[in-house]
């Protein structure tokens, strides 16, 4: 049992070596491993160079809570269902309605011409109205659409029911936390947290980050891009009203010496149709945002440049115009610049907010907090206290309960944080305070796995063994109870890695790692310490 094989010890100091090697860059300066761009440099170009990442409670960062707008995605539904409505009925054959669906307080309207048609046009509508999937199990279906007869015999009045609504809640958070998630890593943000919280709100923390605002730009952005003809010849009053024929709007502007201006209500391209978008300079080095499509959007585009030479197109981020330049020809490779001002900061940071994607729906910051890094550095000094005292008072301990083992405990203990410092670092963990107090707790089990071990070897050295089979039972006969321990603490760190967020997470990991390690050094490493001792000092008794 405490025959070592040559290739088993060569493994084990691998191992310990390994750990050591990925646990060093946390003590180095950053100068010393990293250059002015951050690259690795030195050894550090052949030798692991990254360090564990401190969470938001340690390293300081910003706090945010965003708010879905669910009204603007109740209105667009809305608009959409009053757009098929309207496509419906006029399908062959058509018909007739007085003037055009409308949305009055949160439903459509449509008036027919002929009270003759209610029966045809309820029958057509019907066929807007697709069943879902309830939540509750996937077993019922219920209705997107409420269409019932008005007042009189020649009006209906269409809803969305709050089923669907509640769907697209859902829908719409879950994909507005991936488009967040995606944006928020374009930046080079290392382990942001970005959870739902309640129904209608998005967690954002994003860990040394100390400009909140430049995050809210970020996220808040819709980033809806897309791409209209401008139309010459309207009049546009100074507020931005007008008439305006079928098909055409008055957006705001971002130029000065143009407020508003109007543009056909189709997008030529949209920014789905965006492969990638950079930043870039135009012909006078200002910054720009470069943009390609895909071979759709690239030939679409190459059809309505080809065809509006000599006219302008307004190009439209969130329903306002940023630049709307000449087509003096057409465009046919499917890319080019947007310019319109822009720093290189703000230029970066729109073709990043393109490239993740657009949100589905508006949000708002609705709280912000800035924790600072004074707050973090603090926090880091009263972990690292409290893991030096509770190492220390084990190392007294054991030294005074068990002598010489007690010695070989801390040195299986520091080979512990070693290994556990090294995953964290090797896995880019990132460490909260939660995660400290996992660490400290580790440190209590991997001393505990001894504790049971050195008593079991008590035990069968009293029994008259001699001290090789002593300690060769104490380690065969205490691997259950090691195990069983273990097990079952690794199972409850898996549940709240599984169902925990932010901070949860964070204890969970530093957890399930320190326990994986307190295993092997508690168990295989002094084991193989014990061994070595055996052999080398042969004792005859036992001082424990």
Same mark, same amino acid.
């Given at each position: 049992?405490?025959?070592?094989?040559?290739?088993?010890?060569?493994?084990?100091?691998?191992?310990?070596?390994?750990?050591?090697?990925?646990?060093?860059?946390?003590?180095?300066? =950053?100068?010393?491993?990293?250059?002015?761009?951050?690259?690795?440099?030195?050894?550090?170009?052949?030798?692991?160079?990254?360090?564990?990442?401190?969470?938001?409670?340690?390293?300081?960062?910003?706090?945010?809570?965003?708010?879905?707008?669910?009204? =603007?995605?109740?209105?667009?539904?809305?608009?959409?269902?009053?757009?098929?409505?309207?496509?419906?009925?006029?399908?062959?054959?058509?018909?007739?309605?007085?003037?055009?669906?409308?949305?009055?307080?949160?439903?459509?309207?449509?008036?027919?011409?002929?009270?003759?048609?209610?029966?045809?046009?309820?029958?057509?509508?019907?066929?807007?109205?697709?069943?879902?999937?309830?939540?509750?199990?996937?077993?019922?279906?219920?209705?997107?659409?409420?269409?019932?007869?008005?007042?009189?015999?020649?009006?209906?009045?269409?809803?969305?029911?709050?089923?669907?609504?509640?769907?697209?809640?859902?829908?719409? &958070?879950?994909?507005?936390?991936?488009?967040?998630?995606?944006?928020?890593?374009?930046?080079?943000?290392?382990?942001?947290?970005?959870?739902?919280?309640?129904?209608?709100?998005?967690?954002?923390?994003?860990?040394?980050?100390?400009?909140?605002?430049?995050?809210?730009?970020?996220?808040?952005?819709?980033?809806?891009?897309?791409?209209?003809?401008?139309?010459?010849?309207?009049?546009?009053?100074?507020?931005?009203?007008?008439?305006?024929?079928?098909?055409?709007?008055?957006?705001?502007?971002?130029?000065?010496?143009?407020?508003?201006?109007?543009?056909?209500?189709?997008?030529?391209?949209?920014?789905?149709?965006?492969?990638?978008?950079?930043?870039?300079?135009?012909?006078?080095?200002?910054?720009?945002?470069?943009?390609?499509?895909?071979?759709?959007?690239?030939?679409?585009?190459?059809?309505?440049?080809?065809?509006?030479?000599?006219?302008?197109?307004?190009?439209?981020?969130?329903?306002?115009?940023?630049?709307?330049?000449?087509?003096?020809?057409?465009?046919?490779?499917?890319?080019?610049?947007?310019?319109?001002?822009?720093?290189?900061?703000?230029?970066?940071?729109?073709?990043?907010?393109?490239?993740?994607?657009?949100?589905?729906?508006?949000?708002?910051? &609705?709280?912000?907090?800035?924790?600072?890094?004074?707050?973090?550095?603090?926090?880091?000094?009263?972990?690292?206290?409290?893991?030096? +005292?509770?190492?220390?008072?084990?190392? &007294?301990?054991?030294?005074?309960?068990?002598?010489?083992?007690?010695?070989?405990?801390?040195?299986?203990?520091?080979?512990?944080?070693?290994?556990?410092?090294?995953?964290?670092?090797?896995?880019?963990?990132?460490?909260?305070?939660?995660? +400290?107090?996992?660490?400290?707790?580790?440190?209590?089990?991997?001393?505990?796995?001894?504790?049971? +071990?050195?008593?079991?070897?008590? =035990?069968?050295?009293?029994?008259?063994?001699?001290?090789?089979?002593?300690?060769?039972?104490?380690?065969?006969?205490?691997?259950?109870?090691?195990?069983?321990?273990?097990?079952?603490?690794?199972?409850?760190?898996?549940?709240?890695?599984?169902?925990?967020?932010?901070?949860?997470?964070?204890?969970?990991?530093?957890?399930?790692?320190? +326990?994986?390690?307190?295993?092997?050094?508690?168990?295989?490493?002094?084991?193989?310490?014990?061994?070595?001792?055996?052999?080398?000092?042969?004792?005859?008794?036992?001082?424990?």
């Amino acid at each position: 049992m405490l025959y070592f094989a040559p290739w088993k010890t060569t493994v084990v100091t691998l191992v310990i070596l390994i750990g050591l090697l990925f646990t060093l860059p946390n003590f180095v300066p =950053e100068s010393v491993r990293l250059d002015a761009n951050g690259e690795p440099k030195g050894v550090f170009t052949v030798l692991p160079h990254k360090t564990i990442n401190l969470g938001l409670d340690l390293r300081g960062g910003s706090h945010l809570v965003f708010q879905v707008d669910m009204d =603007e995605v109740r209105q667009e539904r809305l608009e959409n269902l009053q757009d098929d409505a309207r496509s419906a009925l006029r399908e062959d054959p058509p018909i007739l309605i007085a003037g055009s669906p409308a949305v009055v307080e949160g439903q459509v309207i449509v008036r027919l011409s002929r009270p003759d048609d209610m029966d045809r046009a309820l029958e057509r509508l019907e066929e807007l109205n697709e069943p879902i999937t309830t939540a509750a199990g996937g077993q019922g279906m219920t209705q997107t659409l409420t269409i019932n007869q008005g007042d009189d015999d020649r009006t209906i009045r269409l809803g969305i029911t709050e089923a669907a609504l509640d769907a697209v809640r859902q829908r719409t &958070v879950t994909q507005s936390i991936e488009v967040i998630r995606r944006r928020v890593d374009s930046t080079g943000t290392t382990e942001p947290n970005i959870a739902r919280q309640g129904e209608d709100r998005v967690l954002v923390q994003v860990p040394g980050e100390s400009d909140p605002q430049r995050i809210i730009d970020l996220v808040g952005t819709t980033a809806r891009l897309t791409f209209h003809m401008v139309e010459e010849g309207i009049t546009i009053n100074p507020d931005g009203t007008g008439r305006t024929p079928p098909g055409v709007m008055i957006l705001p502007s971002e130029r000065s010496s143009e407020p508003y201006l109007a543009v056909q209500r189709r997008a030529l391209v949209t920014g789905e149709q965006l492969v990638n978008a950079g930043q870039a300079f135009d012909q006078n080095g200002q910054p720009a945002v470069s943009f390609r499509f895909n071979t759709s959007g690239a030939r679409s585009f190459a059809e309505a440049t080809t065809q509006n030479r000599g006219r302008r197109f307004a190009i439209v981020l969130d329903d306002t115009i940023i630049s709307a330049p000449v087509i003096r020809s057409a465009i046919t490779g499917g890319s080019g610049i947007i310019e319109g001002g822009f720093t290189l900061q703000s230029a970066t940071d729109l073709s990043n907010m393109l490239n993740a994607g657009a949100l589905p729906a508006r949000l708002t910051p &609705v709280e912000q907090r800035t924790v600072t890094a004074s707050l973090g550095a603090d926090s880091v000094a009263r972990g690292e206290t409290a893991v030096l +005292i509770g190492f220390g008072l084990v190392i &007294v301990f054991m030294a005074l309960a068990y002598g010489f083992f007690g010695i070989v405990s801390t040195l299986a203990l520091l080979a512990n944080i070693l290994l556990l410092l090294g995953a964290l670092s090797g896995l880019q963990a990132t460490l909260t305070l939660p995660g +400290i107090a996992g660490i400290v707790l580790t440190i209590g089990m991997a001393v505990d796995a001894n504790v049971l +071990i050195f008593e079991r070897v008590r =035990e069968e050295y009293r029994l008259g063994r001699t001290v090789t089979t002593a300690f060769e039972a104490g380690y065969s006969r205490a691997l259950s109870a090691i195990l069983d321990a273990n097990i079952t603490t690794l199972i409850a760190a898996s549940v709240l890695y599984m169902l925990g967020a932010g901070p949860v997470r964070g204890f969970a990991v530093t957890l399930g790692i320190g +326990i994986l390690t307190s295993v092997f050094t508690a168990f295989v490493f002094s084991r193989l310490l014990i061994s070595t001792w055996l052999r080398m000092a042969r004792p005859k008794s036992l001082a424990m």
